[in-house]
């Protein structure tokens, strides 16, 4: 019951009214914030960092496998847009992985928090695979065709 009671009795009416001006003003700063940031993010359809973050690693990813998948179809006239693409791909891990510290610490109310690890090991993974795929494809640069069509006309390749 003690809580309960107002203590207004212990500040005279002038601090009364000084600490409810004091607290209203703190409550029209954060709405007038609130709203700064709400327009802002609608005026510039602004994304989430998760979002971002994903949308670099997925680009990342599809460009590895489109790069592969031109590798193994076309072989070495594939290569000529190696290092660009390794260069794009490292670029979307910059990318993501300059947002995760951002990505972390975004409001996520309704949403499962963000799984800073697991996006880290998988930019990680990401990187390594494009590691392995330039190293690969640089085995083939400047070696003749025959050594790609040995490759390719085996039975296992073919199965690939």
Known sequence: KVL???CTGHFSEQEQLARENVAYHSFYMLALA?????????LFFRTPASAM???N???????????????????????????ESSKSVLMHLGTATNLVAEAEQEP??????????LVRLLIEKVTELNAH??????????????????????QSFKQV
């Open 57 to 83: 690693v997925l680009r990342a990813i599809d460009t590895i496998v489109k790069q592969f998948s031109d590798f193994l179809s076309e072989g070495e006239s594939a290569l000529q847009n190696r290092e």
């Open 108 to 117: 996520r109310w309704h949403r499962a928090p963000f799984n800073v690890t």
């Open 34 to 42: 609130l709203s700064i940031i709400f327009t802002v993010d609608t």
């Open 133 to 154: 795929v330039q190293v690969l494809q640089s085995g083939f640069e400047g070696t003749c065709e025959d050594l790609f069509a040995l490759v390719f006309e085996k």
């Open 4 to 6: 309960i009671v107002p």
């Open 53 to 55: 973050v994903r949308n």
